[in-house]
């Protein structure tokens, strides 16, 4: 069982569309993160969000973190070929050893020119 | 240089052989953990180690050994690799928060 679901699995856009991806759990998180990684490399942390509610912005990369910790999102505005890349979120769970990250399955991404 | 390396970048092996993958890391950090990636199955922790006297078993440490040499290496050993092996490897390093910085990967074939 994944303990963070992430949707869509796959998405293609146009160029200088916006869209959402989600990352969803029914166990409450310490905190979140958003990693990308891109063919032949590893992930790249983007952010990480703490606080229930909290958003965070990252140029045109909007982070939020549900209120109750459980889940968070990822907009980004007027997407561009560059934003192409597999993207997972991982975090600590709160009941759980806080020295382990669960991993999404994640949301391969790719924005078309 | 890239602060999380990993030897080799590519290996194609055959069912039974012994293989061992390398890490090493310049961050100075002592947290250490070996991933596998599948598609559609993310990350999944393997082993991971908080210092040189600290080793821990993640979710899929069947058939899978490690040493960690030094503060700045880790190495992960597949005994007898088998066909269901075949995957992405990542290394990564954390301090004490829980933020990942990872390794560029192994991309290992088992025939």
């Known amino acids: 069982t994944q303990l963070l679901e992430q949707s869509p699995q796959f998405l293609s856009i146009q160029e200088g569309e916006n869209l959402t991806v989600y990352c969803n759990s029914s166990?409450?998180?310490?905190?979140l993160q958003w990693y990308r990684q891109e063919p032949g490399e590893g992930p790249v942390l983007l952010v990480t969000v703490v606080t229930g509610g909290e958003v965070k912005k990252l140029k045109r990369l909007t982070f939020q973190f549900g209120d109750a910790r459980k889940d968070s999102s990822l907009h980004i505005t007027a997407a561009q070929p560059g934003d192409t890349g597999l993207y997972l979120c991982a975090g600590p769970p709160y009941s759980g050893s806080a020295r382990q990250l669960t991993f999404g399955s994640g949301t391969q991404l790719t924005v078309l020119p | 240089d890239a602060d999380v390396t990993q030897t080799p970048r590519n290996r194609i092996t055959k069912t039974g052989k012994r293989i061992m993958l390398e890490c090493s890391q310049t961050k100075g950090h002592d947290r250490m953990y070996w991933y596998r990636q599948d598609p559609g199955l993310g990350l999944r922790l393997i082993y991971y180690s908080f210092d040189v006297k600290d080793i821990n078993k993640g979710e899929i440490s069947d058939g899978y050994s490690v040493s960690r040499q030094a503060q700045a290496k880790f190495s992960l050993s597949l005994e007898s690799a088998i066909p269901n092996q075949t995957a992405l490897y990542f290394c990564?390093?954390?301090?004490?928060?829980?933020?990942?910085?990872f390794g560029p990967g192994t991309r290992l074939t088992v025939t």
């Open positions: 990564a390093t954390s301090d004490s928060g829980s933020e990942q910085y």
């Open positions: 166990s409450v998180f310490s905190s």
